[in-house]
């Protein structure tokens, strides 16, 4: 299978897309050199209708206008990281959950650890939100883009959910 991948300038820096044949494959941050591992080499190709629309919803997601993902997905994984980023991808935006409850949902209630090595092989961060799930006690656990950018991905969205009946926007 032959991947393309175009660049999508960030609030949290530069990410590489990266999409096959039937979906976006994977989203890329900055300090990531392992893509020429994973995919092969890769042409440059920003007019490629998936890139471009997952360029478009990420954007949307950045202003605050996105809460949620259409892109088409074509991600490699096992059963098991399937079932769980399937299950990321039901996690309300600006909210989170623990490794714990994510196995509990899947149906496999002692395997937090496998979810949160599930968790970190995710190819696709933000669209499937790995960023939304912390530890059972509350605090930032590991994440491929650093936790800094975990943190500053969950203000983001919890800046742009307010109670209902409020007024949302920035500075609101």
Same mark, same amino acid.
């Given at each position: 299978?032959?991947?393309?991948? /175009? %660049?999508?300038?960030?609030?949290?820096?530069?990410?590489?897309?990266?999409?096959?044949?039937?979906?976006?494959?994977?989203?890329?941050? !900055? +300090?990531?050199?392992? %893509?020429?591992?994973?995919?092969?080499?890769?042409?440059?190709?920003?007019? +490629?209708?998936?890139?471009?629309?997952?360029?478009?919803?990420?954007?949307?997601?950045?202003? #605050?206008?996105?809460? $949620?993902? %259409?892109?088409?997905?074509?991600?490699?994984?096992? !059963?098991?990281?399937?079932?769980?980023? /399937?299950?990321?991808?039901?996690?309300?935006?600006?909210?989170?959950? $623990?490794?714990?409850?994510?196995?509990?949902?899947?149906?496999?209630?002692?395997?937090?650890?496998?979810? #949160?090595?599930?968790?970190?092989?995710?190819?696709?961060?933000?669209?499937?939100?790995?960023?939304?799930?912390?530890?059972?006690?509350?605090?930032? /656990?590991?994440?491929?883009?650093?936790?800094?950018?975990?943190?500053?991905?969950?203000?983001?969205?919890?800046?742009?959910?307010?109670?209902?009946?409020?007024?949302?926007?920035? #500075?609101?």
């Amino acid at each position: 299978m032959q991947y393309v991948y /175009t %660049s999508l300038a960030s609030p949290l820096g530069r990410l590489r897309l990266v999409a096959g044949d039937q979906g976006l494959a994977a989203v890329l941050w !900055e +300090h990531q050199d392992g %893509s020429a591992q994973r995919f092969g080499a890769m042409a440059e190709a920003a007019g +490629h209708p998936v890139l471009v629309h997952a360029q478009q919803q990420l954007a949307d997601y950045f202003a #605050g206008t996105r809460r $949620s993902f %259409s892109v088409p997905l074509a991600v490699a994984g096992t !059963e098991f990281q399937q079932r769980v980023w /399937t299950a990321l991808r039901t996690i309300p935006f600006g909210q989170t959950r $623990s490794y714990g409850q994510i196995a509990a949902q899947i149906g496999r209630d002692k395997a937090g650890r496998a979810v #949160g090595a599930a968790n970190g092989r995710n190819p696709i961060p933000i669209i499937v939100p790995c960023h939304r799930v912390i530890g059972a006690d509350g605090t930032l /656990t590991g994440f491929t883009g650093g936790v800094a950018i975990k943190a500053q991905l969950l203000a983001l969205e919890r800046r742009w959910v307010s109670p209902p009946g409020a007024r949302r926007g920035p #500075g609101v």
